[in-house]
């Protein structure tokens, strides 16, 4: 019997293109000898759609048609493994969405409630790796060192906005990063050199999020590490991320072609062991599971600065999460297949 996986895909989030990327890339890996695939598209609108219209020609079971909103949308209801209608149950589901309504816990909350194994992280750890400001405050507490932030929310910002710009400017050095506190592929960040900006900045991001986060910017090697398993995390080589602009925004992320990459990266073992050190720290700290991709910041002192982890990172071949397992040996087809049996692996444990 084949395995039925489902593909979670699409999503009401500003990432919601990444993901049919990651989506259009999986479906091509996966061994479909022994799996049954299920594409499951969720409108940028929050509609769910499934089914045949979905999967393209029966001849070619292998082109999936991601993106296709012609289907009738389907109840959440439809989803539920109902009794005596086991034909209808996935076995286990493949979240790939990016960012808030995917990768931040509630469609993991979801999953967990219609009973379902799922890939990835489970739901406090998905919330707390989307929620930039909670992230931190749990590195902190892992003894984990940052760069210097400030955070507030818009109606703090809208009744004492001199308050707030001077609190920066005392406590971060130009220039600042301002980042709504929950997405992701730098989707509202803006680099901000003085108030002006800042100011423009601030209302970039609130456009995205109640929550923002205002961090100072630091000059610094970009590195990125991609962290596998549940209970014993394994780490992959290094990934380094060499922008040729001003910073590695969302043009330069999927668009512009502008930023190259060194994978692996040249890091000396002692570098190697400490950033392997924080990246597990950071997976255990959120009580993470199956994957993510710790971005890291490291100074010319070689001090190892955690900027992020994300919990369902760009998952397309050419994407740094994938390369660096691909790197370190892992096929990205045997890679979706560890995944699978960590969703599965998981999903005993808590029975
Ligand atoms: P993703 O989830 O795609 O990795 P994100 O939206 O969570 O991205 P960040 O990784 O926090 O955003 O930041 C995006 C980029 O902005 C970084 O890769 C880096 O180039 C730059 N950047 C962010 N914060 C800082 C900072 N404090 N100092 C210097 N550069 C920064
Ligand atoms: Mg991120
Ligand atoms: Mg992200
Ligand atoms: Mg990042």
Not at 329 to 334: A, R
Request: overall charge negative; hydrophobic content about 40%.
């Amino acid at each position: 019997m084949k395995i039925k996986l489902g593909l979670l895909y699409g999503g009401k989030s500003a990432e919601h293109e990444v993901s049919l990327l990651t989506a259009r890339a999986v479906s091509q890996a996966i061994n479909f000898d022994k799996y049954e695939v299920y594409p499951i598209y969720i409108t940028k609108t929050g509609e769910w759609r499934k089914g045949s219209a979905l999967a393209g020609p029966a001849e070619s079971t292998k082109t999936l048609q991601f993106g296709l909103e012609t289907s009738k949308p389907n109840s959440i209801a439809s989803f539920l493994p109902v009794e005596n209608d086991d034909a209808s149950k996935l076995d286990v589901i493949f979240p790939l969405l990016h960012g808030p309504n995917g990768e931040d816990g509630t469609v993991q909350g979801l999953l967990e409630v219609l009973n379902l194994p799922y890939v990835g992280n489970g739901v406090l750890a998905s919330a707390a790796g989307m929620d930039k400001v909670v992230m931190k405050q749990l590195f902190a507490q892992a003894g984990l060192t940052q760069v210097p932030y400030v955070h507030f929310i818009r109606k703090n910002w809208k009744s004492n906005q001199e308050a707030l710009l001077q609190q920066m400017e005392e406590s971060l050095q130009w220039p600042l990063f301002v980042k709504p506190a929950n997405l992701g592929s730098s989707v509202g960040i803006t680099k901000a050199a003085n108030r002006e900006e800042l100011i423009k900045a601030v209302e970039l991001a609130f456009k995205y999020d109640r929550k923002i986060i205002v961090e100072q910017g630091i000059v610094a090697r970009e590195l990125e590490m991609s962290v596998l398993g549940n209970d014993n995390p394994k780490c992959s080589v290094v990934g380094e991320v060499l922008p040729t602009k001003d910073f590695y925004d969302y043009e330069a992320k999927y668009e512009d072609g502008t930023t190259n990459y060194a994978i692996p990266a040249v890091v000396s073992a002692e570098l190697l062991k400490k950033m392997e050190d924080a990246a597990v720290r950071a997976f255990k700290v959120l009580d993470c599971s199956g994957l993510v991709r710790a971005d890291f910041f490291v100074t010319d002192e070689e001090e190892v600065i955690i900027n992020e982890v994300n919990t369902m990172p760009g998952f397309t071949p050419i994407s740094m999460y994938p390369k660096l397992w691909i790197e370190s040996g892992l096929s990205y087809s045997d890679l979706i297949e560890e995944l699978i049996t960590l969703a599965l692996e998981r999903y005993e444990e808590k029975q």
